[in-house]
């Protein structure tokens, strides 16, 4: 499976951005401050991190400022099929996600995720700062990590 | 459960191996289950061994990447991301860093952050963010658009 | 006790709210006791404020810096040691980090360890280390050796 | 007062090495894993820093492998003074300070250098990944760094 688009709507400093990923290695770069790894929190946040894993309090602090409503889906391509995965904040803080516009538990949908090989762990998604942590982490964490692995 | 878990760990351990070797160009590495848990061995290219809580900010960073790959043989996922893991990286181990990073991208989907020159120009495509009026734009999605 | 607390908080928090405005050419910062304990608040140039868990990867160490300046003004010490603060910061930045270090080492003497070339180009002096026959040994104690 | 020189003997990866600190700002560069983070470690170590501290589990991690015994020595400037403060790890690993020569007690070595202005804390020294702390440690520690600067 592969993660063709991904489509942010008042997500963090994002206001509207469609953001397709080639295929071969891809990288992202700009300043300081421009939005990148918030890029790596909108598809973490559809794949069901919650708002302290992502840089954040609580969830209404993922919604842009000034907007009361967040919107990511992903646009993922499973052999013949294309999938749309979406998570959704809405003004009353209710979470909702839906998979090609039908709403969808969030059991249901990390479950799909999985089958379509998308992990979302600290040694398949790598957050800013936190490399080393594989190496500084206590053995009975680094050992919790094989568990995962196994 | 417990027999998965072993042949696991030995599968991993000599994946791990291979990616210190690979990374550091020699040495070795070895992960092993005690008492007190997963414990991790790198020994670098000449170089005396020391403990990993003695290992340089870049020596972590390539044996983290190197425990990474090494899972990644077992427990494949569709999507690897990685945010800034070259911050402490030299230019030599850019290089090492972003070769590894396109080797594991013909096996499944790899997404960069960097501000590194050197792991920048190996990419196959670069994604530009910049902030322009308060919100985050992409302003590129082009093939070595920084090189 | 409590009030030579207060008075500090407010000389560190002006204090901080100006080296906030030099470091970001603008925005400011406010460093507030609560409950919680000492609250943090940093508000960007051209940016709607966010907390500052919010605050990206450059963006805190940046703000970590202007704290670092506010309490030296406060209670200097002799000796500054950074090591790789500049790890997350891109060009501008490294050069706003870089001259800041310059203005601090007027009044202390301050080392800074980077291995970026924005940084390395402004410093007085420059010393090189390397690993040679296993051992780590100074190749250069020289001015602007890498420029 | 001024740190003029640091004279490293058998301190993890050093073997000699006498390091001059020139007047104005000084940068330490070279390749990953070369021994600046190292250098840092000589210093905050004669400044009474424990061996967590210094990415060693427990003294002797810090004596270079292969020998037996380790000592750093700093050469201060203090107005017109010139001191020498040195530390030692004996092959015993038992851990002897000195100023000129003279053995001192660890207590009487951090009271002089506290009084020439040595503050050897989280502040004004930046560890390697450690600068981002200030902003993401709790209210409540950071309220204990506002005790330590008052
Ligand atoms: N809810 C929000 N509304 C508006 N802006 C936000 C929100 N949450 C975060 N931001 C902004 O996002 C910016 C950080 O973005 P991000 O962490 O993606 O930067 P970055 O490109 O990774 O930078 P760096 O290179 O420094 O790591 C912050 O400046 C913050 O102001
Ligand atoms: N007791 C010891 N004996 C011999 N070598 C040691 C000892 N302790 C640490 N080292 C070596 O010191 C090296 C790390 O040095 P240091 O952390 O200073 O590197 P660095 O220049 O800061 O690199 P980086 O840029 O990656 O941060 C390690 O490779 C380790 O092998
Ligand atoms: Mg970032
Ligand atoms: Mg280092």
């Known amino acids: ?150 | 459960r417990e027999e998965v878990v072993e042949r696991t760990l030995e599968r991993l351990s000599g994946a791990f191996d291979e990616q210190i070797r690979l990374l550091f160009g020699g040495g070795g590495g070895e992960l092993r289950l005690t008492e007190r848990g997963l414990e991790m061995r790198v020994r670098l290219p000449s170089k005396k061994p020391v403990s990993i809580d003695s290992l340089s900010g870049g020596e972590k960073s390539l044996s983290a990447l190197a425990f990474i790959l090494a899972a990644q043989r077992l427990r494949p996922s569709s999507l690897y991301v990685f945010d800034e893991a070259d911050a402490m990286l030299d230019g030599v181990n850019c290089k090492r860093y972003v070769r590894a990073l396109k080797e594991l991208s013909k096996r499944a989907q790899v997404v960069a952050i960097s501000l590194k020159k050197e792991t920048l120009e190996e990419v196959d495509h670069l994604i530009g963010v910049t902030m322009r009026d308060g919100e985050s734009k992409i302003v590129a999605v082009s093939r070595e658009a920084a090189s």
Chains 1, 4 share one sequence.
């Open chain 1, 1 to 150: 499976a592969a993660l063709d688009i991904i489509r942010i709507v008042n997500f963090k400093s994002f206001r509207r951005a469609v953001i397709p990923l080639p295929a071969g290695l891809v990288a992202i770069t700009g300043p300081n401050g421009s939005g990148k790894s918030n890029i790596l929190d909108a598809i973490a946040f559809v794949m069901g991190w919650r708002a302290s894993r992502l840089r954040a309090s609580k969830m209404e602090n993922l919604v842009r400022k000034g907007s009361n409503a967040a919107e990511v889906s992903l646009l993922i391509r499973n052999s013949a099929e294309r999938i749309s995965v979406s998570r959704e904040i809405r003004p009353s803080g209710e979470g909702v996600y839906r998979v090609n516009g039908k709403r969808r538990s969030a059991t249901e949908v990390m479950e799909l995720l999985r089958e379509m090989g998308f992990l979302v762990d600290r040694y398949t998604f790598v957050t800013q700062g936190d490399i080393t942590s594989i190496v500084e982490m206590s053995p009975r964490e680094r050992a919790r990590l094989l568990e995962e692995i196994s």
